[in-house]
DNA sequence: GCCAACGTTGGC
DNA sequence: GCCAACGTTGGC
């Protein structure tokens, strides 16, 4: 089981719309490393849902449902989609400014490399968000 | 709204 | 194949 994290502004795809569908194609990559996460995507992977600009914040979780396929938003065969579904909202988002406050958190690609889509979350990391979202603030 | 960081494009 | 110029993303 690998973990994930998923980005998206909340003007485009908030995560309360993932909760209200249920599931959706995670569409509109057009980076080659974020595509290349994509790909590396298996089914039951968790992935962390960031709400990029606006918030923020890591507000919930999603699960891969379908592993990667053709972007059916375009014919262009380099690009890629996969299927998520709702797993679970956070008690507590977890902001960016908190996780800038924990030291093991520091070499998430999301303090290094913000602007990455698609990112690979290491397990510890992902341990550690979960534990935010569970503490009161 | 600004700008740093990163990715892509295109001239040479 | 290098690198300057440009466009985009996203934190601040």
Request: proline share 4%.
């Amino acid at each position: 089981m690998k973990y994930w994290l998923i980005k998206s502004e909340p003007e485009t795809y908030p995560f309360s719309k993932l909760k209200e569908e249920n599931q959706t194609f995670w569409d509109g990559v057009r980076n080659y490393q974020a595509r290349n996460n994509l790909r590396d995507m298996t089914i039951g992977d968790l992935c962390l849902f960031y709400h990029s600009n606006e918030g923020k914040e890591i507000v919930g979780l999603a699960k891969v449902v379908r592993e990667a396929y053709q972007d059916p938003t375009t014919d262009d065969q380099a690009w890629l989609v996969v299927d998520v579904a709702f797993e679970k909202e956070f008690k507590n988002p977890v902001s960016l400014v908190e996780i800038k406050k924990v030291p093991e958190l520091q070499n998430m690609v999301l303090v290094k490399n913000s602007r990455l889509s698609v990112q690979p979350v290491m397990e510890e990391e992902f341990g550690s968000i979960l534990r935010l979202s569970e503490s009161e603030k």
